[in-house]
């Protein structure tokens, strides 16, 4: 019997209350059972979802409400209570962000990196939903590589190596997290889960982003430039300038680029990144906008077939 079976008479309300009365974050709180956590058939849908991503050459996968909002909303309140971000150097990168103060981190990299004081009260409200992250990125992974995972021959082992919350204002330096890849494309997958609008510290009119930007944009697949450029109008340009006998230039259908795809994101909505994939956290005019992001490192390992006898 799993630790999620054993705990299935704990409702939201008795974690809600365990989460708001613990006086020692080494202690954690009551684990809800993961059916409170995540939607009901989330696995079957990853594995549709990713096959026909993977046939439009996607990396990445964004599902709706993987998360339940109202557990993210029993989270809320401690939330605010203890999130404090801390001040981080980077090289800047394309995001051009050197100095970067809008996260609190839970779990950061081995040698202090990027800080050396990770949040560990945190950390321990939200260690219920980091194992569920982990188990529902372990599913998409599988999928998405399964070329290179054999059934029977292969498994992986995930491990966290860095775990942050992010609050997103409308103020320079602070609205956006411009393209980029996650960890400099050193790590080999990411998660991203959207969090609530904040209606306990101001009304949720005040705080709410909505209609005024956020969001995820990725550039990933493939799309034909010329045929852009042919709805666009420009086909007839490019012929003239060809030295084909059908016009255009030799092997100019061949020539392929991201797409630009872009996702309105809310509350419990889960992204799911491969390594080195380019995606941005869209900026935002109002409101505040709040995420969890963990990074992965994953480790295939040989299946022990002495187990299975």
């Given at each position: 019997?799993?630790?999620?079976?054993?705990?299935?008479?704990?409702?939201?309300?008795?974690?809600?209350?365990?989460?708001?009365?613990?006086?020692?974050?080494s202690i954690s709180p009551?684990?809800?059972?993961?059916?409170?956590?995540?939607?009901?058939?989330?696995?079957?849908?990853?594995?549709?979802?990713?096959?026909?991503?993977?046939?439009?050459?996607?990396?990445?996968?964004?599902?709706?409400?993987?998360?339940?909002?109202?557990?993210?909303?029993?989270?809320?309140?401690?939330?605010?209570?203890?999130?404090?971000?801390?001040?981080?150097?980077?090289?800047?990168?394309?995001?051009?962000?050197?100095?970067?103060?809008?996260?609190?981190?839970?779990?950061?990299?081995?040698?202090?990196?990027?800080?050396?004081?990770?949040?560990?009260?945190?950390?321990?409200?939200?260690?219920?939903?980091?194992?569920?992250?982990?188990?529902?990125?372990?599913?998409?992974?599988?999928?998405?590589?399964?070329?290179?995972?054999?059934?029977?021959?292969?498994?992986?082992?995930?491990?966290?190596?860095?775990?942050?919350?992010?609050?997103?204002?409308?103020?320079?330096?602070?609205?956006?997290?411009?393209?980029?890849?996650?960890?400099?494309?050193?790590?080999?997958?990411?998660?991203?889960?959207?969090?609530?609008?904040?209606?306990?510290?101001?009304?949720?009119?005040?705080?709410?982003?909505?209609?005024?930007?956020?969001?995820?944009?990725?550039?990933?697949?493939?799309?034909?430039?010329?045929?852009?450029?042919?709805?666009?109008?420009?086909?007839?340009?490019?012929?003239?300038?060809?030295?084909?006998?059908?016009?255009?230039?030799?092997?100019?259908?061949?020539?392929?680029?991201?797409?630009?795809?872009?996702?309105?994101?809310?509350?419990?909505?889960?992204?799911?990144?491969?390594?080195?994939?380019?995606?941005?956290?869209?900026?935002?005019?109002?409101?505040?906008?709040?995420?969890?992001?963990?990074?992965?490192?994953?480790?295939?390992?040989?299946?022990d077939q002495k187990e299975?006898?």
């Amino acid at each position: 019997m799993s630790k999620n079976d054993e705990n299935v008479s704990i409702t939201t309300k008795d974690y809600e209350a365990s989460i708001h009365t613990s006086s020692s974050p080494s202690i954690s709180p009551l684990s809800p059972p993961s059916s409170e956590i995540v939607r009901k058939d989330v696995k079957k849908e990853i594995i549709r979802q990713v096959i026909r991503q993977k046939l439009s050459k996607m990396r990445h996968l964004v599902l709706p409400e993987v998360i339940s909002p109202d557990y993210l909303d029993s989270l809320f309140p401690k939330l605010l209570e203890l999130f404090n971000p801390q001040t981080v150097e980077y090289n800047g990168g394309i995001a051009k962000v050197k100095q970067w103060k809008i996260s609190c981190y839970l779990e950061v990299m081995e040698g202090g990196i990027p800080c050396t004081n990770p949040n560990m009260p945190l950390l321990n409200l939200f260690t219920p939903l980091l194992h569920q992250c982990n188990d529902l990125f372990t599913s998409w992974y599988k999928q998405q590589h399964s070329y290179e995972i054999r059934p029977n021959v292969h498994d992986i082992k995930v491990k966290r190596i860095m775990t942050f919350i992010t609050r997103y204002r409308p103020n320079p330096g602070e609205n956006a997290l411009l393209k980029h890849v996650d960890g400099a494309g050193k790590v080999d997958g990411s998660v991203v889960v959207a969090l609530p609008v904040d209606r306990w510290s101001d009304t949720e009119e005040a705080n709410s982003f909505v209609g005024h930007g956020g969001g995820l944009t990725f550039w990933d697949g493939k799309e034909s430039v010329v045929e852009e450029e042919e709805k666009e109008g420009k086909i007839e340009e490019e012929k003239k300038e060809g030295d084909t006998p059908f016009g255009g230039k030799l092997g100019c259908r061949r020539q392929y680029r991201p797409k630009e795809i872009q996702y309105d994101i809310r509350s419990g909505d889960v992204a799911f990144i491969d390594r080195a994939v380019w995606h941005q956290a869209n900026p935002i005019s109002k409101g505040t906008r709040w995420a969890l992001v963990i990074f992965y490192d994953v480790t295939k390992v040989l299946v022990d077939q002495k187990e299975g006898i």
